[in-house]
DNA sequence: TGATAAAAAGCACGGTCGTGCTATTTTGTT
DNA sequence: AACAAAATAGCACGACCGTGCTTTTTATCA
């Protein structure tokens, strides 16, 4: 690997411990470079812009998402086993990522700011919805799900648990296990499933 | 009136239309003072620092949400009336702020920033969780809602029904009528219904 | 190993930020 | 109408932002 390619690497691990603690636009060029030992144009010339930086650490978490979330489940024939792991692996992610999520955050960050972030954002996250709805739909036509089920209202479902479970640890609503998401998961999938 | 006061409810007017479109730490001291047309210096007299201005865009806000969600409902008797008119005003707040909720891009931006301001967003999330906690529970205790029914699961998912409409409007998986949400808020309901 | 290209640093720029200080204008009261 | 007080404006500051330049150091490969 080239030695541009490896200190990137580096940087953008940083970068993205630093995006995911504060946010997309906190990340800051001048403090990067103290964090990561280097000056500031030194690491500048890496991105060219502060923009190509953004997509680069999105890139690089979609990366790490993708390997900790969901190519694990690729061998899990059911479906529906597949969905459990992927909700397991989902929450596994948002703990390695100190708790929180730099996908949630952003997106929320850049809801109002159109640019290419902002597409980068919504489309990660229209890949990984659909790929649980996508899921879902599998455990529908394997029969785990019943007939009539909706997999987009499962999916927009599952998705707004999650994202509450998050809001509301820091007012207590939920516990740092997660279990009000894990209830509400378990009764979402039951009524959902075939018995 | 005093003078002070007034040109401070304008300003906090602008301010809060500003902060809502982008957000808190996007509201800058110079951007609010051109968009009210005074000095900066003159504008920043009536808050000191600019701490103290978040704190009274938030004071501002959570004014006029009691004053849109909150306020209307007293009058109503049946627990689950005042439930359901609860989230059509909520929906109604959401509208009325642009398509957005200042609250819940307010959580996520300072979720990771301790201070005052957090320590306000926080406070007022828990108090607008907890009305809808004991709104639910008031169902409960006159049985119109089954008795071993737990509130706080229900306004957990609530609430989080509510973050994900807002989401996912953005990536299509909802549409703007927040039918989803519709939907998954009568299947909730219909779930701790007395029968 | 030495030539050449790539990576990193040094430095400077215009801009904007929050926030003080002082002067001026406007308000409220006698 | 005169005067004290309050509100607003003018101006300047140090700090940090993103981003261009030029120079120096480091890596790559014949």
């Given at each position: 690997?080239?030695?541009?390619k490896?200190t990137?690497?580096?940087?953008l691990e940083?970068?993205?411990?630093m ?10 060029i001048?403090s ?5 030992d280097?000056s ?12 190509n930086?953004?997509?680069a650490?999105?890139?690089?978490a979609y990366?790490?998402?993708?390997q ?5 489940v690729?061998?899990i024939?059911?479906?529906?086993e597949?969905?459990?792991t992927?909700?397991?692996n989902?929450?596994?992610w948002y ?8 996908f ?5 960050e850049?809801d ?13 996250l ?7 709805i ?9 029969k ?14 599952l998705?707004?648990?999650y994202l ?6 820091w007012v207590?609503l939920?516990d ?5 998401f894990?209830?509400?998961?378990e009764?979402l ?5 075939r018995i």
């Amino acid at each position: 690997m080239n030695k541009a390619k490896k200190t990137r690497k580096q940087i953008l691990e940083v970068a993205l411990q630093m995006a995911t603690a504060t946010s997309l636009n906190d990340l800051t060029i001048g403090s990067l470079a103290v964090a990561t030992d280097m000056s500031k144009s030194g690491l500048f010339s890496h991105f060219k812009s502060k923009e190509n930086l953004q997509l680069a650490v999105l890139d690089h978490a979609y990366d790490l998402f993708r390997q900790i979330v969901t190519i694990p489940v690729y061998e899990i024939e059911s479906p529906l086993e597949r969905l459990n792991t992927l909700c397991d692996n989902w929450l596994d992610w948002y703990e390695l990522q100190a708790k929180t999520c730099i996908f949630i955050s952003a997106s929320v960050e850049f809801d109002d700011q159109p640019g290419v972030v902002h597409d980068k954002i919504a489309q990660d996250l229209a890949k990984w919805l659909s790929f649980l709805i996508s899921t879902v739909q599998a455990a529908i036509d394997e029969k785990e799900f019943i007939a009539n089920a909706d997999a987009e209202q499962f999916v927009y479902e599952l998705y707004s648990l999650y994202l509450g479970s998050q809001s509301m640890i820091w007012v207590g609503l939920e516990d740092a296990n997660h279990n009000r998401f894990k209830l509400a998961l378990e009764s979402l999938i039951s009524r959902y499933r075939r018995i």
